[in-house]
């Protein structure tokens, strides 16, 4: 199951230690902190809602997205103005995700639609057994970052990072941010509420 609901996630720890090789930031601990935090923020939502109790609408969700979506939209522009800089072997570049609370940001953004799994499960197998599986989540998770640090630290993938690290990290996260905005439709619910106060009769 964890594997199943995080292979995109393997993609994002991969492109941020792409991008901590290649600019320095985020440090690798920030990335390794952070995406401990995202995993165990989307285990107790889905505890909670296991529970019977919704903190976020199952349909209001996919606004997580937003959250990526305006860091990669933020690094696009960043690369942009760079490429029109007077200065254009400089080779620092700016970073997406940058500490510990970004990436945990990203991380539950990126799995908000694995609650809709976890919680189910959580709801059928007990306590007992929902202890175990959260054991064998922590111990998945710092496989998975283990992973994307190896994934990271190959010789040609980061020569191609350090040449166009400055758009690949930033589309990456507009790729998975708009995903997951457009996945869920709340897009179309949210203009379907603007419509709707729009027709609703003035009171006066």
Not at 12 to 38: D, E, M, N
Not at 50 to 65: H, N, S, Y
Not at 103 to 111: D, E, H, L, P
Request: proline share 4%.
């Amino acid at each position: 199951m964890f594997v199943g609901t995080n292979v995109d996630d393997l993609v994002v720890l991969t492109v941020l230690f792409l991008a901590a090789r290649a600019s320095g930031r985020p440090k690798p601990w920030q990335i390794w902190l952070g995406q401990h935090l995202g995993i165990s923020a989307l285990i107790a939502l889905s505890a909670i809602a296991a529970l019977g109790l919704r903190i976020v609408p199952d349909r209001w969700v996919g606004l997580l997205g937003l959250l990526p979506l305006a860091m990669g939209a933020r690094g696009l522009v960043a690369a942009v103005r760079h490429a029109r800089s007077s200065d254009p072997d400089d080779d620092d570049q700016p970073a997406i995700a940058t500490g510990v609370l970004s990436i945990a940001v990203v991380t539950i953004a990126n799995g908000a639609d694995n609650v809709s799994v976890y919680t189910p499960m959580f709801r059928s197998i007990g306590f007992v057994h929902s202890l175990v599986t959260v054991a064998v989540f922590a111990v998945m998770t710092a496989l998975w970052c283990a992973a994307g640090a190896w994934l990271g630290s190959r010789e040609r993938v980061i020569a191609v990072a350090k040449r166009y690290g400055r758009w690949i990290v930033p589309v990456v996260f507009v790729v998975i941010g708009g995903g997951i905005v457009a996945e869920s439709g709340v897009v179309g619910r949210a203009l379907s509420v603007v419509r709707g106060r729009a027709a609703a009769p003035s009171t006066l």
